[in-house]
């Protein structure tokens, strides 16, 4: 047993959503005290680095409730049930951009918010981008596609119109690769 | 008015807990039509990149309720209410690590979960360490204190003891620094 564990003594979910639910949880501390923790559940997310034949990164302009703004984001979405992430990966990528791959590269997997949610995001790179047709977003999403430079992506992350944990550690890995 | 824009017509606080709060929302679309949003109000983090003079990173593991396990992060700490996050960065390094520092430089903040919460972390490189003491973690926080060299690290990413966004960040940001 993990000397840092954390024994479950009580559990309640206080909210069913339709993306997350959320849990209070009573546990007993490695000292034997008690505390609470809150917790929401999460599927799971997929986000999708994609770059055009001239070398474009496709982008999506989206109102974040959450934030109370609209912020430029890489594309990206939550994981069906039972659904593998790869699959995901297309599906959304053709949904927000229009756009279909030959291939996907994992990049990386990460928790991002590790103290309150179990919200996995999983990164790719799309390889042999074509454009297939239209937009076609879920019925409550609103979003504006764009073609743009990794410059004017990285001056956005400046202005903060990009503002987030996948599209910032796109940007850097992006950098990385270039200057390698 | 931004043409992505969603107007709140009701908004209900369901949970007010001691991190966070939950908040469900009918909202009406572009398209007038109505949707709901659950969103989670977070107070905002810190995480702090801090190398010792022989170059090791600080690092806790810490038992995370949410993902199930223990991982590997950067020093991090939620702020405190009307808290500057310089403030919350100097002392979170302190609390976790023992350590103090003579400046803290700026590297980014990101929102880390925007569909569904406003937790923005702001990611600070501590530069002039020095130990200062003992960890003096909050009561109902356990972790160890680990001194990593980034190869270290990196091989944790690959094997998951390392999983998180703002340490992946961290890692990845690091590793540029040297190759320049």
Redesign the interface.
């Known amino acids: 047993m993990?000397h840092?564990?954390?024994k479950?003594l009580h559990s309640e979910t206080?909210?069913e959503?339709?993306?997350?639910d959320?849990r209070?949880?009573d546990?007993q501390?490695?000292?034997g005290?008690q505390?609470?923790?809150?917790?929401?559940d999460?599927p799971g997310?997929v986000a999708i680095i994609a770059q055009t034949p001239d070398e474009k990164i496709l982008a999506v302009?989206?109102?974040?409730?959450?934030?109370g703004?609209?912020?430029v984001?890489i594309p990206?979405g939550?994981l069906e049930q039972g659904e593998a992430p790869e699959v995901t990966a297309v599906r959304e990528l053709e949904e927000e951009t229009g756009y279909t791959c030959e291939k996907l590269e994992k990049v990386?997997?990460?928790?991002?918010?590790?103290?309150?949610?179990?919200?996995l995001?999983h990164l790719y790179v799309a390889k042999g981008l074509s454009k297939k047709g239209d937009q076609s977003a879920d019925?409550?999403e609103?979003?504006?596609l764009l073609h743009l430079s990794l410059e004017e992506m990285e001056e956005m992350?400046v202005t903060?119109e990009i503002?987030?944990?996948?599209t910032?550690?796109a940007l850097?890995?992006l950098?990385?690769k270039r200057?390698?």
Chains 1, 2 share one sequence.
């Open positions: 993990d840092l564990y954390e479950t206080i909210y959503g339709r993306i997350i959320v209070v949880e546990v501390l490695p000292n005290k505390s609470k923790r809150e917790l929401i999460h997310a302009r989206q109102y974040r409730k959450a934030l703004k609209a912020i984001e990206a939550k990386i997997s990460f928790y991002t918010s590790p103290g309150f949610a179990n919200e995001v019925e409550d609103f979003l504006d992350l903060q503002h987030d944990a996948k910032a550690y850097l890995y950098n990385m200057s390698k």
